[in-house]
């Protein structure tokens, strides 16, 4: 995946989250400190049917939208976090307690963090 389109799928898939109204979303640029990814796209869910439920509407629609299927999911038996895997893009949808006990921020404290505003911005010119 080219890193432009990457980019403006990580933002397609944040306005998707807050569209569901997840929490504190954010997108880390992750490209120039790992290999494993370009980019992280993070949330917090309320509950555990919200982590649940976020999943297959980002899975949903990225597919509809974007033509993409995630390479990978991970989920615990608890739905407190899963994982979808796109490649370039890593998204991590997580109950709030479990966002705020491992703290991936802090972790990648390292990488850029896109603002709110631009990708909100990147993001309206798509719909879903």
């Known amino acids: 995946m080219v890193n432009e389109n990457s980019y403006k799928m990580a933002c397609a898939i944040a306005k998707i989250l807050d569209n569901k109204l997840a929490k504190d979303i954010t997108i880390l640029n992750i490209r120039n400190v790992s290999t494993i990814a370009d980019y992280f796209v993070i949330c917090s869910a309320e509950t555990t049917t919200q982590v649940k439920a976020f999943s297959g509407y980002v899975e949903d629609l990225v597919e509809k939208v974007f033509e993409v ?15 979808l895997d796109y490649g370039d893009i890593i998204v991590h949808i997580m109950h709030k307690e479990e966002r705020e006990f491992y703290t991936i921020e802090k972790f990648w404290s390292h990488a850029c963090k896109i603002n709110r505003e631009e990708w909100e911005k990147e993001a309206s010119e798509l719909s879903f």
């Open 69 to 83: 299927n995630p390479k990978g999911i991970e989920a615990d038996l608890k739905n407190r976090w899963h994982l």
